[in-house]
């Protein structure tokens, strides 16, 4: 329903929202699921089109176009990697780094061959590797067992933060497809990764900042890891 999508922004041309975890974004091309994020919001907002996509269990700050114009000016910013994206995660292992420390981690990207729902930044991809750079900064480690990080993607490749900090040897948290032996200890029930500030130009012209406060099932897996430490 609608009422369960927290709106941030609206104006007559965006739509800039909340993502709740565990919904999907759109239909695969079996259909499925029967509800997703787009089914959703075209109910209210039947013009509405997709610049951008969170995978089914990131939540957070989302930007979509209520028309064609907008729908154009904003897919050429991402495309051409003018917009600006901030996430908050919690790996697997403490970084040997200071707080606010970063870690760039410029691999490519490309399909796994074993595991088609998969990819991997590494030379054994199937087909073509493109280009793939996260920025990771140290906020805080949790004892010597987990990292609460910043992650700044430069580029937009599917899965990419999961998929580098995973080849950073330092997994998400709860990441099923990442991180199978994921020693998070149930602290969370998906990926602990949330997308919390976009930064782009409204048609128009003007520059804004959006930003999504961390859900709560986030904030609880903070608050069990740091009282294990």
Do not use: W
Request: with cysteine; charged share 30%; aromatic share 6%.
């Amino acid at each position: 329903m609608i009422e369960n999508i927290p709106i941030i922004f609206e104006d007559d041309n965006v739509l800039v929202i909340n993502k709740p975890a565990g919904l999907t974004v759109h239909k695969d091309e079996r259909g499925q699921p029967n509800e997703t994020l787009l089914d959703i919001l075209i109910e209210k907002y039947p013009g509405l089109k997709l610049v951008h996509r969170l995978d089914k269990d990131t939540s957070g700050v989302m930007v979509v176009a209520k028309n064609e114009m907008a729908h154009e000016f904003l897919k050429q910013q991402f495309q051409n990697r003018e917009t600006k994206k901030v996430y908050r995660a919690i790996l697997s292992g403490a970084l040997k780094m200071v707080e606010g420390e970063g870690k760039i981690i410029d691999l490519p990207i490309g399909r796994s061959k074993k595991d088609p729902r998969r990819r991997v930044a590494n030379v054994k991809a199937d087909g073509q590797l493109r280009e793939a750079v996260t920025v990771f900064r140290l906020i805080e480690n949790l004892g010597d067992k987990y990292a609460y990080v910043e992650a700044e993607p430069k580029t937009g490749r599917t899965h990419q933060i999961r998929v580098h900090a995973k080849a950073f040897n330092h997994p998400i948290i709860g990441d099923g497809l990442y991180n199978p032996n994921d020693d998070g200890g149930g602290a969370i029930s998906r990926q602990a990764l949330h997308a919390c500030k976009l930064t782009l130009k409204l048609p128009g012209g003007a520059s804004r900042l959006f930003e999504a406060p961390l859900p709560a099932d986030f904030i609880q897996a903070l608050e069990k890891l740091r009282a294990s430490c």
